[in-house]
Nanobody
Framework: QVRLIESGGGSVQPGSSLRLSCVAS????????MGWFRQAPGKEREFVAV??????????TYADFVKGRFTISRDDHNNAVYLQMNNLEPEDMAVYYC?????????????????WGQGTQVTVSS
């Protein structure tokens, strides 16, 4: 059974940092591109970042709105993927979802992801 379990969300002030974690099981994690998406109320789920397996060139891709504030990483030994978010803005407030792909190549389209977590809430407010 495939499972993706996110953690690390919370309520913070603008300019703060959060580190999201996602632990995966039930599929070949080390061969899978792993992504983070987010969905704000009333909006479509949107791509945030993706990281490919270690043997892929150009392993990471970010959405333009990340602007160098977020960093995605992975730990294949522990089947985990992380999203370090710095200098958070109110516009970053959303439910953040971890996603796994059967593909190794990093993609930003939701259609390329086959496994999804339940999401973790990030609230940014003063």
């Amino acid at each position: 059974q495939v499972r993706l379990i996110e953690s690390g969300g919370g309520s913070v002030q603008p300019g703060s940092s959060l580190r999201l974690s996602c632990v995966a099981s039930g599929f070949s994690f080390e061969d899978s591109a792993m992504g983070w998406f987010r969905q704000a109320p009333g909006k479509e789920r949107e791509f945030v970042a993706v990281i490919a397996p270690i043997w892929i060139r150009d392993r990471t891709t970010y959405a333009d709105f990340v602007k160098g504030r977020f960093t995605i990483s992975r730990d294949d030994h522990n089947n985990a993927v992380y999203l370090q978010m710095n200098n958070l803005e109110p516009e970053d407030m959303a439910v953040y979802y971890c996603a796994g792909s059967r593909l190794s190549v990093p993609r930003s389209s939701r259609d390329n992801y086959h496994y999804w977590g339940q999401g973790t809430q990030v609230t940014v407010s003063s």
